[in-house]
């Protein structure tokens, strides 16, 4: 039986790995899941924010400051080199209009309800779509009160075969940014048929007749 002590142990915030605070300041959570939400591996996308991080460039204001020019420069050495004129746009626009909105928070803030958080959030610049966002909202669901799970693939994917929906981490007593990395963990074992070697293969439905040795 899936316990709270399994997820936990084989989980991790992201925002806190990364040393980020959400509740004091979302924009340097958002500028990592702009990099995360680019098709690029992990590796890459956590080497290209601790580059921003070491020039300081972890607020709108500097990053506007910056430039473009060396945005390109700082996704060129973390290994965006495909992507690197879309994404240094992309980042730029954002830091713009989130200057010119007053802020992240006050943007939710200004926002009815989730949709609407979901479409100002979407406005900011073109390119920012649900992957990004969602892994933006893995991590503001415990902070903002508009804010709303939007699980990844695999995180749907896990909850199929686990038997668990969206809100089951209310039942755990856990956070939501603890229970998705976990689904979308559990996932990707899902996706590529690693049966065998997913810590929780004895509680999904797709095992129910196997026998693992």
Known sequence: MLTRETIIKNSISYANKFNIDVSVEPFP?????????????????ARTYYLFKKEDLITPEKIVRAGWDHLVYLLDSG?????????????????????????????????????????????????IGDVTLGIFMREMVDVWEKARPMPSYYSNLAMKNLSLNIYSYREFEISYSIYEYFLHKIGKNCYRGNCSECIVRDDCIKNKDKVFK
């Open 29 to 45: 959570w958002f500028l990592l899941s702009i990099l995360f939400g680019a098709r690029i591996s992990e590796e890459i996308a």
């Open 79 to 127: 290994g965006y080199t495909r992507y690197d004129f879309k994404t240094a746009t992309k980042i730029i626009n954002m830091s713009e209009n989130i200057i010119k909105s007053g802020g992240l928070k006050k943007i939710h803030e200004e926002s009815r309800d989730f949709e609407d958080l979901v479409k100002r959030l979407k406005s900011l610049s073109k390119g």
